[in-house]
């Protein structure tokens, strides 16, 4: 948890950072840096940062956590056994990306 923690708030401080940098530079060439806008919205992206890897996971710590892959290992086994069924989407998702 400690790793997944440190992860999702370093992509938040640099989503923060990139949408900071992002609203100062519209900021002036519009003419005029509002301060509180690019707080806000600085802090807004960074609180969406951390809402979409709760919501989506955050890969680069699923491949290095110890029970995520134990996790993994135990449904491979199940599906290997026939316990439960793997159904595996990518490829369904992938045509649909196609047909965009």
Known sequence: MRL????????AIKTVAQTAV?????AQVMG???????ASA????????ILTSIATGLPEVEL????????KEQQAKRIQSGEFEHIDY??????D???I
């Not at 997944?4 to 992509?11: Q, S």
């Not at 992002?22 to 519209?26: D, E, H, K, L």
């Open 42 to 49: 600085s802090v807004l992206a960074g609180g969406l940062s």
């Open 64 to 71: 290095s956590d110890p029970e995520y892959l134990l996790v």
């Open 22 to 26: 992002a609203t100062i530079g519209t």
């Open 4 to 11: 997944w923690m440190k992860k999702a708030g370093i992509r």
């Open 90 to 95: 990518t490829e369904e998702a992938n045509d």
């Open 32 to 38: 005029q840096v509002d301060w509180r806008m690019v």
């Open 97 to 99: 990306v196609r047909s």
